[in-house]
């Protein structure tokens, strides 16, 4: 029988307009035809094996983006290794926090207080948008070559790696009929890469285990190319609640600069634009003159501009396109991709209100915990992940304000005079009603040098050949709180146990050891998560108990996804293992606190203590000042050539009421 014209066009728009809304990323009835990726059913964490590969490879950043060629010069060839153990941090010999003397006990803890993991860094990344800095990564070598956060073939996978891990968190949350649960997940910031609509979209919809359509604009690619696929989420075991902490990332173009603080750039349109973006090669520091503000905004588009490509979601290996010198040959108009509104920029307060709009526990994530009487946009919360257990969760916004008014990278820790005092208060009303404290926040404090945009921020101050040039009084907004108070306020916490945080894309463990040898409960420590995005591409979980002395102990190890062979997410896993061979980044980094800028000829200029529990020594530049942290330590798995992970089992002394307190809920 032949149709009709009209019957013929009917069907067309009919079938165009479901195709349409299948590649929105909504969710339909019939979820059932679309698949999932199951992991491996083999889970180990870091302590039972690790990953292992060659480093025998010379640096060229230069081959980052020339993925066809992996498989030629030997990138991401891995296999399983030796287990890391966790390394017993209790007093000054093995670098911990306890008294001199402390012994172990050996009788089974009292209790287990609580069991919980942490995710970090998981960059989602909209890898079609018009407005990327992809093509510095090629450009410009020496300062942007080994920056995997504006290129790396990651990119393409940021959503698969994410749903891998929460698949591994399920397996062992269900492991031996759930033996060891966890109580709650936390996440510590930067879940999305450019603050945009569809990447957070991503990131809630893969935890709630909804079909993802992982793709932007034309959807390129959405039938055959793997990354590009939809695919059916696992989503997280409903019966843990996970809660959600601010990262830079999630509220600045690209984790670095305020949208919306200079309109004449045009960052807030170029993410709806259907132009390709074009920006200047600005992203090598200054040295001279401004140290420790090192960049300026403002010179995004001054000079020679260049359009910063995107990924072709048409190429197995995403090819970068549109990429190159404004003016050159090919590139005399700006080339174009189809515009997509889901691309649009979130506010801060838009962002927080994308948590209420979820089905896994609990609605909110932690935001609906928010005094209702803070300001707009407030990100801080606390709360008791089991109502018969003493420890409160402090979720910490400690980025950068949007109307702080610097120019510079915004990857500093920071605090206002608001989010400080509420800070003290929680942390009084802890102490005051027996309750150990965690600081759950997305910088960490006291492990970065003066000068690499995510030390505590200075307040855009200039260094000088001066004492204390850094307690100037500048007229844009100041830091409410000096890192040397800060750290002297939560060591004046003897209830505080730890403060976690991501960032850095580092698993660096660091002890805050007592001023006072007499009180070494005031002694606390920072563990660091590394990202899901850079290599080792790890989660990180918490048990902490009572033990049988009346001392806390905290097992704290990395977990990396179990991704099965063919899957997406472990095609991830080798250009993370392949980029790490390229670029080489210090992921076992341990900074020096040096006492001046440089070590000569004068004028020398005297820096800031970058982190107050230790002394000062040694100039920034040359490089290779030796007085780093001793209690910054990596352990090594045998047979393993490089690791970035850390295992350990952190000690903690209570103060006499305290552990009074702990004495009388479990005799």
Not at 370 to 375: A, F, G, I, K, L
Not at 404 to 421: Q, T, Y
Not at 510 to 534: C, M, N, R
Not at 634 to 639: E, H, I, S
Request: proline content about 7%.
């Amino acid at each position: 029988m032949k149709l009709s014209y009209e019957f013929k066009k009917f069907c067309l728009v009919f079938l165009t307009g479901l195709l349409i809304f299948s590649l929105s990323g909504c969710s339909s009835s019939d979820n059932n035809q679309v698949q999932g990726y199951p992991i491996d059913s083999d889970v180990q964490t870091t302590d039972q094996r690790m990953l292992s590969f060659s480093m025998d490879f010379a640096s060229n950043t230069t081959r980052l983006s020339q993925v066809s060629q992996y498989d030629g010069w030997g990138y991401g060839i891995w296999t399983f290794g030796a287990p890391l153990p966790a390394e017993t941090r209790t007093t000054s010999a093995t670098f911990g926090i306890m008294p001199d003397g402390y012994v172990v006990p050996t009788l089974p803890p009292k209790a287990k207080l609580l069991n919980f993991f942490t995710i970090t860094d998981i960059h989602i990344t909209d890898k079609e948008a018009p407005n990327q800095m992809i093509y510095l990564q090629q450009l410009d070598p020496t300062w942007s070559g080994n920056n995997t956060s504006i290129y790396s073939p990651i990119m393409m996978y940021t959503t698969h790696v994410l749903d891998a891990a929460i698949q591994t968190a399920n397996a062992l949350h269900n492991k031996d009929n759930k033996a060891n649960p966890f109580d709650f997940g936390i996440s510590l910031g930067d879940t999305c890469n450019n603050t945009s609509y569809n990447e957070l979209r991503w990131y809630i919809d893969v935890i709630d285990g909804k079909v993802i359509t992982p793709s932007s604009g034309d959807h390129l690619g959405a039938n055959t190319i793997d990354y590009q696929k939809p695919y059916k989420a696992a989503g997280l075991d409903k019966s843990i609640p996970w809660y959600q902490a601010l990262g830079n990332h999630d509220h600045f173009y690209i984790g670095s600069f305020p949208v919306d603080a200079n309109a004449t750039l045009g960052i807030r349109n170029s993410y709806i634009s259907r132009y390709v973006w074009a920006v200047a090669d600005f992203l090598n520091p200054t040295l001279e003159g401004t140290f420790p503000v090192m960049f300026n905004m403002d010179n995004m588009k001054t000079g020679t501009l260049y359009y910063q490509g995107v990924i072709d979601g048409s190429t197995p290996l995403g090819n970068i396109i549109h990429a190159g010198e404004v003016g050159a040959p090919g590139f005399t108009e700006p080339p174009t991709v189809i515009a997509d509104a889901n691309r649009r920029s979130l506010l801060r307060t838009e962002w927080i209100s994308e948590f209420f709009n979820t089905s896994s526990n609990p609605v909110g994530h932690g935001f609906n915990l928010v005094n209702p009487t803070q300001q707009s946009g407030f990100a801080c919360y606390s709360f008791l992940p089991k109502s018969n257990i003493p420890i409160k969760v402090i979720v910490l916004d400690d980025t950068q304000s949007e109307a702080d008014g610097s120019k510079d990278i915004h990857g500093h820790g920071f605090l206002d005079a608001n989010r400080w005092a509420w800070l003290r208060a929680e942390l009084a009303a802890g102490q005051a009603a027996n309750q150990l404290m965690i600081i759950a926040a997305h910088i960490p404090i006291a492990v970065v040098k003066i000068g690499d945009e995510t030390e505590w921020w200075l307040g855009d101050r200039t260094a000088r050949p001066t004492d204390s040039w850094w307690t100037d009084t500048i007229a844009t907004t100041d830091n409410a709180v000096t890192l040397a108070e800060l750290v002297s306020t939560l060591q004046n916490t003897p209830n505080l146990l730890m403060w976690i945080a991501g960032h850095r894309h580092l698993n660096t463990v660091k002890a805050f050891i007592s001023p006072d040898p007499t009180h070494p409960e005031y002694g606390f420590w920072q563990v660091e998560t590394s990202s899901l995005h850079d290599f080792p591409q790890q989660f990180r979980t918490f048990e902490i108990y009572l033990n049988s002395d009346y001392t806390i102990s905290i097992k704290t190890i990395n977990v990396d996804p179990a991704v099965k062979a063919g899957s997406p997410a472990a095609t991830s896993r080798k250009y993370a293992i392949a980029a790490q061979q390229i670029v080489q980044n210090n992921l076992r980094l341990n900074n020096p606190n040096p006492a001046t800028l440089t070590a000569g000829p004068p004028p020398l200029t005297n820096l800031p203590s970058m982190d107050p529990t230790r002394p000062q020594a040694g100039a920034q530049f040359p490089a290779g000042n030796p007085n780093t942290d001793p209690t910054i330590i990596y352990g090594v798995a045998p047979g393993v050539p490089y690791n970035a992970s850390y295992n350990a089992m952190l000690y903690k002394q209570l103060s006499p009421a305290m552990k009074a307190y702990m004495q009388a809920l479990f005799p």
